[in-house]
Each structure stands twice: as C-alpha cells, then as structure tokens.
C-alpha cells in the first residue's frame, strides 16, 4: 500500500509539521498492534490511517492518529495531511467527512490549495499552574487553562514571545505533568508581522518532544487570543526548528483552522500486516 510523508501548515518542503498518510483500501482498520507498528517506524509526530466509508452515511472516511507511542484523541496537522493528499491525488473534491474519535470532522478544500478544517472548540478552564510544568518550563507563566478531554493540553500564556522562542524545557520532568501536552503561548511582539499570536507545543508524554505545528491546539488558542485581541479570525504562529502558520476562526463551539501542505515523500509500504 502506499504512504507518503505531508508537510502540514506549510507552503514548501522541510517546514511545517511532517505527517505519514496511509490510505487503506479495505472498509476496515488492520490490527491496532499493526498500526502502532507502522506509527512507530514511521516516527513522526502522527501517522493518519484512513478507510472509505460507504456512501450514505455521516462519514466520508474512517479517520485514525497515532504517534510512535500511542493513539491520540484529535490530531489536526495529520487530518490536513490526509485531506491533502485525498485532494491532490483526485480520490476527493470539496468538502471530505472524517469519522473519528472527536466525531466528525469535516475539511474543505479551495482553488488555492488551502484546505479548512471544522474542529470542536476545545473548553478553557483556568487552573493553578502545576509545580512540575512551572520547574520544567523555567519561565515567567502568566496564567493556565486546562484544554478538556478532546485536547487534552495544558494552555500557558507567557509573558511575551521572545519567552516562548527561548524555552528549553526539561522534557524529562514535562512528562510527567499528567496532561497529553504542553502549549506555552504569547501575544505576537510585531503586529505587523502577519501574525497575531505565538506558540510552542511540547509532547513527551507521548513520545514527542516538540511538535513544530499543532493543529488541535488551535482550537484551544483560537478561543484564548479571541477573547484577549477582540476578533475571530486570527493567525497563529507555532513553532521551534520548523514552524509554520495556522489561520483560525472561532465559530462559538466549532473553530476553523485553515492551512496548506505540501506531499515531500511518496512511497511503496511492504510490510502490510
């Protein structure tokens, strides 16, 4: 069967944030044992596998993400992956319906490449800032949400972004903060810089030291910079050694997040259970 490597939330090679793809043609997921295996080898942040679904139902595709080390709730880098190469291969136009652990969700592709994806908005609720995260990040933390179930992250606001681009955590220690991850954030220093906010994401917990660009964090931040900068539709800019862009607007309990990939690797997987 085929996979092919997508870099997510990006307009060229080597930027954004790198997903596998597995397209199935059977009506059902392998072995989980199966898909861990190839998440594992494949060794990026997530690897998507999707099924066709029959027509007539909620769902165009069956839609699943795992990292090297376990099956997550919600991945949004990898839906657009998936979504993009459905798209640029011609096995789907338009709007494509994903059922998955969060529900269904659906994305739309314009004439542009971009691709917009419909997500639950993830729920904020303020907390105390953990003593492990504070040790572990060693910085100045303005405030704590905690993201819900779906997401599963820890939101913390630093006081500006040059504090966020500097952070050299203590990956050790992150990981045991019991969340699936860590999202620091700030305003963006330059408003003319084409962004409005800036983010990090960190993710030892499941084997993800730093992931460049998350999709599903968004919907946690879309929320949290609405409510501070006045507007809905926002930029976002995440990211460490790879960044990349994430357009968002917050539509009350769903948010849209916009991007574009580009496919860096398409090859031939022998090892099909």
Same mark, same amino acid.
């Given at each position: ?17 790198? #997903? ?15 898909? &861990? &295996?190839?998440?594992? +080898? ?5 690897? $998507? ?5 029959? +027509? ?33 291969? *011609?096995?789907?136009?338009? !709007? ?7 529900? @269904?969700?659906? !994305?739309?592709a314009d004439d542009r490449g971009s691709i917009t994806m419909?997500?639950? !908005? ?36 630093? $006081? ?17 903060? *019991?969340?699936?991850? @860590? ?26 030291? +730093? ?7 968004? !919907? ?17 800019? &995440? ?31 022998? #090892?099909? *259970?």
């Open positions: 069967m085929r996979i092919r490597i997508v870099d997510a939330f990006s307009e060229r090679p080597f930027a954004g944030n790198p #997903a596998g793809v597995v397209l199935l043609d059977s009506g059902t997921f392998p072995d989980d044992a199966w898909l &861990q &295996q190839v998440a594992t +080898e494949v060794n990026l942040s997530e690897t $998507a596998f999707a099924h066709p679904l029959p +027509e007539g139902g909620d769902a165009d595709w069956a839609l699943r993400w795992l990292t090297p080390a376990a099956e997550v709730n919600m991945c949004g880098h990898a839906t657009l992956a998936t979504a993009h190469v459905l798209h640029s291969t *011609g096995t789907a136009t338009g !709007t494509v319906r994903f059922s998955t652990r969060s529900g @269904v969700l659906t !994305t739309t419909d997500f639950p !908005t993830a729920p904020l609720t303020p907390v105390e800032v953990p003593r492990v995260v504070a040790e572990a990040l060693d910085a100045d933390i303005l405030s704590a949400h905690d993201t819900g179930p779906s997401v599963g992250d820890l939101l913390v606001e630093l $006081a500006d972004e040059r504090s966020v681009r500097s952070l050299s955590p203590d990956f050790r220690a992150l990981a045991g903060h *019991g969340g699936r991850g @860590v999202i620091a954030t700030a305003r963006a220093e330059n408003p003319d810089g084409g962004y409005d906010f800036a983010s990090r994401g960190f993710f030892p917990s499941l084997g993800i030291e +730093e992931d460049p660009v998350t999709g599903s964090a968004h !919907t946690a931040l879309a929320p949290f910079w609405s409510a501070r900068l006045g507007r809905t539709a926002l930029v976002g800019f &995440q990211g460490g050694a790879r960044t990349g862009f994430v357009r968002t607007e917050l539509l009350g309990d769903r948010t849209l997040l916009t991007g574009t990939a580009v496919t860096v690797i398409d090859g031939e997987l022998l #090892a099909t *259970g």
